[in-house]
């Protein structure tokens, strides 16, 4: 499955395997270069279990340092549970999958200079070689198109609240719809409109939507939204069955699967809800919209909370690594 994505990606791109101390500079001046990192190459080629990781989060979801230090933390459960981690993100046009310590470090660095790349962005950014981190949606296309078929998250992006006028709804909702890569998060904000997330948008785009071990489907912050999801899965071997499943009857749909975040680290609902509030009404009165309200949203919460909600975002996104990397591990004993 990887090896002949791969051999089909040789023919409409020049692939090049970084070197560990390689840059990332475009040696034939080619757009339509994409970079894998040699781990990654070696454990597509060889079978092994790989789990792509998103990069927004590093360049737009935490402040520096933590958002560093989360990256290579998270690499590191991958790690110790199995698999090969591959972060994505376009470094100066070329999209890299699994980053050197010296271009994640890079990537945590960019501050404002990073540009939050969605299916829309790619283009462009490569074009004009840019650089920054790739969303949800924007790491499924590249995943996918290296056979990567297991991605970790922390939260991914939903429908605005008033969605229903402003018609924001996150690209990461469409691209589950089009594009068969698993995603492991621990669900959706509630500074997303949950209910119409779930039951209209995922339901419409033919997502299958999964809770593990509840059946109510996680908030992100705190273990509980409230909406059931539609099916539970309770054991990583489980969860890779429905992927092959889902990979051999070629649906091309997504996997979204949910699981809580660990209740010694969730946030009191109260807490997080009045601060999510004041920050809702802070981005409306200084008229901050699209892809600029999330990472806005994130950091507001941050301070109102006193650093809670970004202590608890770093928890969860590591315990999701640890499921993430434990069904890719299955799903390789399953492929074998
Ligand atoms: N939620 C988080 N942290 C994040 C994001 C969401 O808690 O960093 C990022 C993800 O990369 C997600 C993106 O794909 O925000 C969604 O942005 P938007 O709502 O603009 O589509
Ligand atoms: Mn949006």
């Not at 040696?27 to 781990?39: A, F, H, L, Q, Y």
């Not at 994640?104 to 404002?112: C, D, F, Q, S, Y």
Request: aromatic share 2%; glycine share 8%.
């Amino acid at each position: 499955n990887a090896l002949s994505r791969l051999a089909n990606l040789h023919r409409h791109f020049h692939i090049t395997k970084s070197s560990t101390k390689g840059g990332s500079e475009n040696e034939n001046g080619n757009v339509g270069t994409i970079k894998i990192s040699p781990d990654v190459s070696t454990a597509l080629s060889t079978g092994k279990a790989v789990v792509a990781l998103e990069s927004t989060i590093i360049s737009h979801g935490m402040p520096y340092p933590q958002n560093l230090e989360t990256a290579k933390e998270v690499e590191a459960i991958v790690r110790e549970n199995g698999a090969v981690p591959a972060t994505i993100a376009i470094l100066d046009g070329i999209p890299c999958i699994g980053l050197s310590p010296e271009e994640m470090e890079r990537l945590a660095k960019l501050e404002k200079t990073a540009r939050k790349i969605s299916r829309r962005d790619i283009a462009h950014v490569v074009a004009t070689r840019s650089s920054g981190g790739t969303t949800v949606s924007a790491t499924m296309i590249f995943a996918s198109m290296v056979g990567i078929s297991i991605f970790v998250t922390g939260g991914i992006g939903g429908v605005h609240k008033h969605g229903e006028s402003t018609m924001d709804i996150s690209s990461d909702l469409t691209e589950l719809g089009r594009t068969s890569i698993t995603v492991v998060s621990a669900g959706v904000k509630s500074i997303l409109d949950i209910p119409r997330y779930l039951e209209n948008i995922l339901e419409t785009q033919g997502v299958s939507v999964v809770s593990y071990q509840t059946d109510d489907f996680p908030a992100f912050y705190t273990e509980k939204s409230g909406c059931k999801a539609p099916c539970q899965l309770d054991t990583p071997e489980d969860c890779a069955r429905m992927i092959e499943v889902n990979r051999k009857l070629d649906l091309k749909t997504g996997i979204l699967i949910g699981i809580p975040i660990p209740k010694e680290h969730s946030v009191s609902g109260n807490i997080i809800e009045s601060a999510i509030q004041t920050a809702l009404r802070e981005a409306s009165d200084k008229g901050i919209s699209g892809s600029a309200e999330t990472p806005y949203l994130l950091s507001r919460v941050n301070e109102l909370t006193g650093g809670a909600s970004l202590e608890s975002n770093i928890a969860l996104v590591k315990n999701n690594a640890v499921l993430g990397a434990q069904i890719a591990v299955a799903l390789a004993q399953i492929q074998d």
